[in-house]
């Protein structure tokens, strides 16, 4: 079945109006059109440039990757056109950032990938923009063979960049799937703020609304969505007209769909782990039947050879340089999204914020737990083992700060939820939460002070006003950013040191 795709271009699509789903279609055959549709949706998000397949901690086998999921994807199409059952496969966003694949390619691979995969369309996660607004718009849009959607972002002339919404019809069926994509306000605090400079995410509840007025009532509405789970629960609550929301952001596996008031809510985890799927009936628009699930991408599915073949022709070229042995590790040290963002000091953080002190010279160093992408196992550790632990292209910023002020930095990251990218790792700060709040108690082992002024070392994310520390830009003095990267950091320890071991750990201060 090839699918009507509707684009707007960055020139006009300012202009499209809600009209565009109210506008009619004639029909062959009017009358003799059933309005039943049966409708598979497949799903993931938040992928992260996991192309491959990789280890998991405790599992036998390698998990997940693209050529494993175009397999599984494959059959049930397949399976589909024999039962006379449509498909459509979505991506809810953040294909970007992660290993070094998209650190060496920047979402070439990726978006290669989904065109040869067939994808109906994508919606815009942060990460895409963070290689700059330019290299999503100029450098992949331009290849990508699906719309690549966002309904609410737009520039601050009020030009919405990427198409808003897609509108599927069915040759058997009377029923439309209307789809709208839709995009987190926290993107400017979720990717470096300068990435998104000049651009404008409206309040996605609003903008369902203003452009669900002129649905049909057959219409089957889909959200594809990159906003997290919570607020796709609040979208449903404020939004009951869609039907069923295709989610990413908040990295959560839901078994079956979630419902809220009536509205389907679907997520599949991250990193390639799972591809989601969702089977509908419908009678004039309204599900009258559904089952959905998470399928595995486990050790006993084979990779499409096709998938397979261009991973491994993008590989080649990465790693010649990426393989190179910088020295070992006779300890694990702890990277993990639960661990780094759960408020506890890990290993792995206090290594690089330790780093990022000495490198600076400063008292003390802050870092955000989503800017720490993985761990380091025991043994040897290459280059690119670095770039999937920090694969992001930041650098440091050395400031000053208020004794007072750096309570507030912290009571911040106390406050944030466990699992936000927010939650700070930290080095040279011993401190205690009592009741909810934070207090100070020394500064490399010495006496705080709220009214000195300490020297703090961040990474530009952080300084740009990132995860909402807007105190850190507001606040700081003498600000100096310098060029050394995150990652050239930790891999020059490394080089330096040669073996990381339990006791160079013990003793860093």
Not at 40 to 62: R, V
Not at 136 to 153: A, D, E, G, H, Y
Not at 344 to 362: F, K, Q, W
């Amino acid at each position: 079945m090839r699918f009507v795709k509707r684009r707007s271009f960055a020139c006009i699509s300012f202009l499209i109006p809600v009209v565009l789903l109210a506008f009619s279609f004639s029909w062959a055959g009017t009358g003799t059109v059933p309005a039943a549709l049966k409708l598979t949706i497949l799903y993931m998000n938040d992928p992260h440039a996991h192309y491959l397949p990789y280890e998991e901690k405790d599992a036998a086998g390698l998990i997940g990757g693209f050529a494993k999921a175009q397999t599984v994807m494959a059959d049930i199409q397949t399976r589909n056109r024999v039962e006379g059952r449509h498909t459509i496969v979505f991506l809810a966003g953040d294909l970007l950032m992660g290993t070094p694949f998209s650190t060496a390619f920047k979402g070439r691979l990726g978006v290669k990938l989904m065109n040869e995969m067939k994808f109906t369309a994508m919606v815009v996660g942060n990460h895409e923009f963070d290689y700059g607004k330019e290299n999503l718009l100029l450098n992949l849009r331009p290849v990508m063979q699906f719309p690549l959607l966002s309904s609410n972002t737009k520039t601050e002339a009020g030009e919405y960049l990427f198409d808003r919404t897609l509108v599927k019809e069915f040759p058997d069926s009377t029923t439309r799937a209307v789809i709208l994509g839709l995009t987190t306000t926290d993107t400017p605090i979720t990717t470096h703020p300068d990435n998104v400079k000049g651009l404008v995410f409206e309040d996605p509840n609003q903008t369902a609304q203003t452009l669900l007025q002129g649905s049909r009532d057959n219409d089957l509405i889909i959200a594809l969505t990159h906003l997290g789970l919570e607020a796709d629960k609040k979208l449903a609550d404020a939004v009951p007209r869609i039907d069923v929301i295709i989610g990413g952001h908040s990295h959560t596996a839901l078994p079956e769909p979630l419902k809220v008031k009536g509205t389907l809510i679907c997520q599949a985890g991250a990193y390639s782990k799972y591809v989601g799927k969702l089977d509908l009936d419908t009678d004039n628009g309204k599900v009258v039947k559904y089952h959905g699930e998470l399928i595995p991408l486990g050790p006993e599915i084979k990779e499409d050879p096709k998938i397979a073949s261009i991973i491994s022709d993008f590989k080649v070229q990465m790693d010649a340089s990426l393989n190179e042995v910088i020295g070992s590790t006779e300890v694990f040290l702890e990277g993990a999204r639960s661990a780094v963002r759960s408020g506890r000091e890990t290993n792995l953080g206090r290594l690089i914020t330790y780093n990022m002190a000495v490198n600076s010279g400063t008292d003390v160093a802050v870092i955000n737990g989503g800017a720490i992408r993985g761990s380091l196992k025991e043994g040897d550790v290459t280059l690119g083992d670095v770039y999937t632990v920090l694969p992001f292209t930041g650098s440091i910023v050395r400031l000053e700060l208020q004794g007072a002020d750096l309570e507030v930095v912290l009571q911040r990251s106390a406050d944030l939820e466990e699992g936000s990218g927010g939650k700070l790792q930290i080095f040279g700060i011993t401190f205690k939460v009592e009741g909810g709040k934070v207090r100070i108690e020394k500064i490399r082992g010495r006496d705080f002070d709220p009214n000195i002024t300490y020297s703090i070392a961040i990474n530009d994310f952080l300084a740009a006003g990132g995860d909402g520390y807007a105190i850190l830009k507001e606040k700081g003095k003498n600000i100096y950013q310098a060029s050394t990267l995150l990652s050239d950091i930790l891999i020059n320890y490394i080089k330096t040191n040669r073996v990381i071991t339990e006791p160079m750990l013990a003793n860093l201060k």
